[in-house]
């Protein structure tokens, strides 16, 4: 294993960064250093609290990519280990850093950017995170993405959310063949090491939750840790040991992307109760760290092993470490602490026991520091001072000793989220979500250009029925989104799509994307409607086009970016469709503003993104 450890170095900022890159390129053949790489090719990089700034990380990941880049032979650079904590790094070098990423997605165990500078506040910081959280996609054996002690902002989980939704959920079971020869599903979360076929044998880990991969024929080895038992730190992820014929280790199955990371680093982001609101959706369905450990390489014995080992006994959290962040409010603590109880559906039912009682033990132990703290005067973690929790809140500590089932338990979180959403909503409104603010300038949209007119309006003055030949679409002065019918048909036909622009050079055809322009010569023009009959089934057109099509022409103009997803976007337009809603709406006039659009966000379901999908 080859360690480039520079925190040593006196040198500091760009400068070590161009060090580091010369050392990285003494690797490729035929340089000095190209032997000892080709017969040693794995390296952690550490170049931790050294000023490297953006400027300085630039040389690193060009001589990391270049080192990747060398095809020729053997390889000579497998990157397990990227340490780059404290080097004033902000959200703009995640761009470099992600082709990093991707190029060492089958090797990358740890990334630690803690404690830098990383803040998601305008358009090209959340372009440049959501690049890094997309490259994590294909990390197969990541164990730990560290980012703890940035101010990462609520536009940050956000955008974490909706990557962690992009992305397919864990497939936990393989297929192997029988005696007989056929395939069979087994499920890897229960399979131990006397059932674990050989042919599918990969790494030497037990898949217990208790992250002990010692096999053993003792009862000891098998019976979960009681109350309070601590771990040895030389049991959390260390290899096996010699092991008998008999007992077949379980398959190392490969999961991929940030569900399949065992420990994310939350901690001291500045979180919010929005963030807090998005954080929930992952927790409920991200796995516990005693099943996802199973499938990645063992942490190093020593420092590495026993940082794992601090998170599950001391942060209160399981797997996904949030605490401390002093703003999240009381209503967003027993947010957390709900969806994290919810999370031991997750596991075996022979262990959720275990695991509500150790979340029981570490929620009960976090909330009694923080009114320990609280009765000395000092700060209290995620409280204000004299803030009192309401005798009638349920929180995780009370759930966990409780015998409520699955739902209420959904239904319990529901309650908690529509609660910080409703006071996100009156407190910042629709711009403090990008998902709701483009919802409602969809449905706006939508609601102008869809609702049907009444069927006097259907014809032209002559009696006859037109259609839609030519579309042209625009942004007004004001930056709202303008369609208007420049041709028009007796024929029902699919109209040309034309997207306006001032832009110098910009080719205005029915394929491009709708630019981000402005041209105040465009109006809306009157739309008419007619049912058509296609070979026996009802489908709505307006001005000749189907909903699919329309669904397509509003959200380029509305969502470019591809914010909302597929069925979003469709319910948005069915309701925008259904003159039923404006009933409902109207019943709604006599509550406040952010009740309505709650209703209304709720009833396209565009409240939050789905990470069950």
């Known amino acids: 294993m080859g360690k480039l450890n520079y925190t040593n170095r006196k040198v500091e900022g760009a400068k070590l960064g161009q060090i580091v890159e010369k050392d990285l390129l003494k690797r490729i053949p035929p340089r000095p250093g190209s032997n000892a790489a080709i017969r040693d090719p794995f390296v952690d990089l550490n170049v931790m609290g050294k000023h490297l700034s953006d400027e300085g990380v630039l040389p690193i990941v060009n001589g990391l990519f270049s080192a990747y880049s060398h095809t020729e032979g053997l390889p000579i650079l497998h990157l397990e280990e990227l340490h780059l904590a404290d080097n004033d790094l902000t959200a703009l070098c ?72 992009r992305e397919d959920p864990l497939e936990l079971s393989v297929s192997v063949k029988d005696d007989e020869g ?35 024929s003792s009862p000891a080895a098998s019976t979960p840790r009681s109350r309070g038992s601590h771990k040895s730190s030389s049991t959390v992820g260390t290899p096996a040991q010699s092991t008998p014929s008999s007992c077949r280790p379980a398959k190392y199955v490969t999961t991929r992307g940030i569900r399949s990371i065992p420990y994310i680093i939350l901690s001291n982001t500045s979180m919010t109760d929005i963030c807090a609101l998005h954080l929930s959706y992952i927790l409920t369905c991200h796995h516990l760290p005693g099943l996802l450990l199973a499938r990645v390489p063992p942490a190093k014995a020593g420092p590495p092993a026993q940082q794992l080992e601090a998170y599950d006994m001391n942060s209160g959290c399981q797997g996904i470490v949030y605490l401390p962040n002093d703003a999240v409010s009381s209503a967003g603590e027993r947010l957390l602490e709900i969806a994290e109880y919810a999370r031991g559906s997750l596991s075996e039912d022979s262990t959720i026991d275990v695991f509500t009682e150790e979340i029981a033990i570490r929620t009960g132990a976090a909330r009694l520091r923080r009114a320990s703290s609280a009765a000395n005067g000092s700060s209290t973690p995620g409280r204000g001072a004299g803030r009192r929790r309401s005798t009638l809140s349920i929180t995780g500590i009370e759930l966990a000793a409780s015998n409520i089932d699955g739902t209420a338990i959904d239904a319990e979180c529901e309650r908690a989220r529509s609660k910080v959403q409703g006071n996100t909503l009156r407190d910042f409104g629709t711009q403090s979500v990008d998902l709701w603010r483009i919802a409602m300038k969809t449905l706006v949209l939508a609601r102008a250009v869809l609702s049907r007119p009444d069927e006097a309006n259907h014809t032209s003055p002559g009696g006859a029925t037109q259609y839609a030949a030519q579309l042209t679409t625009a942004s007004s002065a004001k930056g709202e989104p303008v369609l208007a019918i420049t041709a028009i048909s007796p024929v029902p036909s699919t109209p040309t799509v034309t997207y306006k622009s001032d832009k110098p050079g910009y080719r205005t055809t029915d394929t491009q994307r709708p630019p981000s322009s402005h041209d105040s010569n465009l109006h809306t023009s009157p739309l008419s409607a007619s049912i058509e009959v296609d070979d026996g089934h009802c489908e709505q057109r307006l001005c000749g086009l189907n909903k699919s099509l329309w669904v397509d022409i509003i959200t380029n103009i509305t969502d470019p970016v591809g914010i909302l997803s597929e069925s979003q976007r469709e319910a948005i337009v069915d309701w925008a469709m259904d003159r039923s809603t404006l009933s409902r709406a109207r019943e709604m006039l006599g509550k406040p503003d952010y009740v309505q659009i709650w209703r209304t966000l709720e009833g396209v379901g565009c409240l939050a993104y789905d990470v069950w999908a």
Not at 130 to 140: G, I, P, R, V
Not at 182 to 197: G, K, L, Y
């Open 94 to 165: 995640l761009i470099s850093l992600s082709a990093v990423v991707r190029l060492g997605a089958e090797d990358l165990q740890d990334i630690d950017l803690s404690h830098n500078n990383i803040s998601v506040v305008t358009d090209d910081d959340v372009s440049a995170w959501e690049s890094f959280l997309t490259s994590l996609k294909d990390c197969a054996v990541l164990r730990r993405l560290d980012l703890s002690g940035n101010p990462l902002g609520p536009r940050a989980f956000e955008v974490l959310v909706r990557a962690y939704s």
């Open 182 to 216: 056929r395939m069979t599903s087994i499920d890897a979360s229960s399979c131990d090491e006397e059932e674990a076929p050989p042919s599918h044998k990969l790494k030497a880990l037990t898949l217990d939750t208790g992250r002990t991969s010692q096999h053993s």
